[in-house]
C-alpha cells in the first residue's frame, strides 16, 4: 500500500514537519487543523469563522486526497473553552448531521493565544 502525503502549503506543515492529511490504503487521516485562513494567513477571531476556516481546509483536504465528507468516521473537537461548543456544533453540525460520524470535544490549550478551535478528522472508504 502506498502512503500518500497531503499538503496545504501552510507554513506550519513545513516548519512542523507534518501532512495536512496522509492516505493509506482505506483511510485518511486529517491533521488537527485550526481556523487560519491559510491564503491569507489570517485568523479570525470568532470560533464560528475559525471552525467554519478550519472546516473549509478539512474539507479540502479530503478533496484533494479523493474522499469525501461522507467518508469521515472520526472527528476530535478541541476548544479552549467550553463555552465555545454551542458555537462549534452550530457550524460542524451543518457538515455532519446527516454523516454522524463517532466524535468527541474535549478542553484544552492549543499552541497560539488566539487559536479558539482545532480539528481532526478520520475518514475511511468502505
Known amino acids: 500500500m502506498q502512503r500518500r ?3 496545504t502549503g501552510s507554513p506550519f506543515e513545513k516548519a512542523a514537519g507534518y501532512s495536512r492529511a496522509v492516505v493509506q490504503g482505506p483511510w485518511c487521516f486529517v491533521a488537527g487543523t485550526t481556523g487560519y485562513d491559510y491564503a491569507t494567513m489570517t485568523m ?3 470560533v464560528a469563522e475559525q ?5 473549509a481546509t478539512i474539507v479540502g483536504a479530503l478533496e484533494q486526497a479523493g474522499f469525501a465528507m461522507t467518508d469521515v468516521v472520526r472527528v476530535h473537537y478541541h476548544v479552549t473553552d467550553a463555552a465555545f461548543a454551542d458555537a462549534v456544533f452550530l457550524v460542524v453540525g451543518a457538515h455532519f448531521r446527516n454523516i454522524r460520524p463517532a466524535a468527541t470535544m474535549t478542553v484544552t490549550g492549543l499552541i497560539r493565544p488566539e487559536m479558539k478551535v ?9
Open 118 to 126: 482545532e480539528i481532526e478528522v478520520t475518514a475511511l472508504k468502505a
Open 44 to 46: 479570525p477571531s470568532s
Open 5 to 7: 502525503l497531503i499538503s
Open 51 to 55: 471552525t467554519e476556516n478550519a472546516m
